[in-house]
């Protein structure tokens, strides 16, 4: 069974703060997705990583897939409070449409 | 564009009844799951259809839980009997399968399930 753990659980920072949240496994992925989901809705995908070592750039966010595609992290620069939310990363075996998700990290940002 | 509808948004219900979700994916996706999350054991794909047909419903807790695709535009999961335990939030999510594992998957807002 592919099973990924993310980390922190929680995450409390203050607005202006750098972070860094991580999803690793012990199972080899073809590619990995991160959501974020707010309070009373569904996830939403911010970015898909396919090659090992890739790194992608989405404003203030920074994905990185790692080398061995086992483990993934996200970096937020300068948070701020519209990023709170849960972060989810899920990963695919194969060619698979079936995703496999972390528990998420839940941040806060406190202005 | 429409996203992905779930149908009710909230239920409450006594154990031992049934309770039917349902679904409508957005136009043109192909393929469609169904997950559910908790606080202790995160977001759980339950099952998942690719062209109306189910594919792998191996995270199908038990008996009492079956679903349904009869046309591409609707789908139902059903607790019968329900039980406490089954109180979570329900997800549907579809998506547009071009045999390259890689697109987003779209999520509904979810159904809020409480069983007495």
């Known amino acids: 069974t592919q099973l990924l753990e993310q980390s922190p659980q929680f995450l409390s920072i203050q607005e202006g703060e750098n972070l860094t949240v991580y999803c690793n496994s012990s199972s080899v992925f073809s590619s990995l997705q991160w959501y974020r989901q707010e309070p009373g809705e569904g996830p939403v995908l911010l970015v898909t990583v396919v090659t090992g070592g890739e790194v992608k750039k989405l404003k203030r966010l920074t994905f990185q897939f790692g080398d061995a595609r086992k483990d993934s992290s996200l970096h937020i620069t300068a948070a701020q409070p519209g990023d709170t939310g849960l972060y989810l990363c899920a990963g695919r075996g194969g060619g698979s449409e079936k995703l496999v998700f972390g528990k998420g990290t839940k941040l806060t940002v406190n202005p | 564009d429409a996203g992905v509808i779930q149908s009710p948004r909230h239920e409450v219900t006594e154990m031992g009844q049934e309770v039917t979700l349902r679904c409508k994916p957005i136009s043109g996706h192909n393929s469609l799951f169904w997950y559910r999350q908790t606080m202790m054991r995160g977001l759980e794909l339950l099952i998942y259809?690719?062209?109306?047909?189910?594919?792998?419903d191996s995270g199908m807790p038990e008996d009492r839980f079956s679903a349904k695709m009869p046309n591409a535009s609707f789908s139902t999961l059903k607790i019968q009997p329900s039980e406490p335990r089954d109180s979570a939030v329900y997800f549907c999510?579809?998506?547009?399968?071009?045999?390259?594992?890689?697109?987003?998957?779209?999520f509904g807002d979810g159904t809020r399930l409480s069983i007495l």
């Open positions: 259809f690719n062209n109306n047909v189910p594919i792998d």
């Open positions: 999510a579809s998506s547009r399968d071009r045999g390259v594992g890689n697109q987003p998957q779209h």
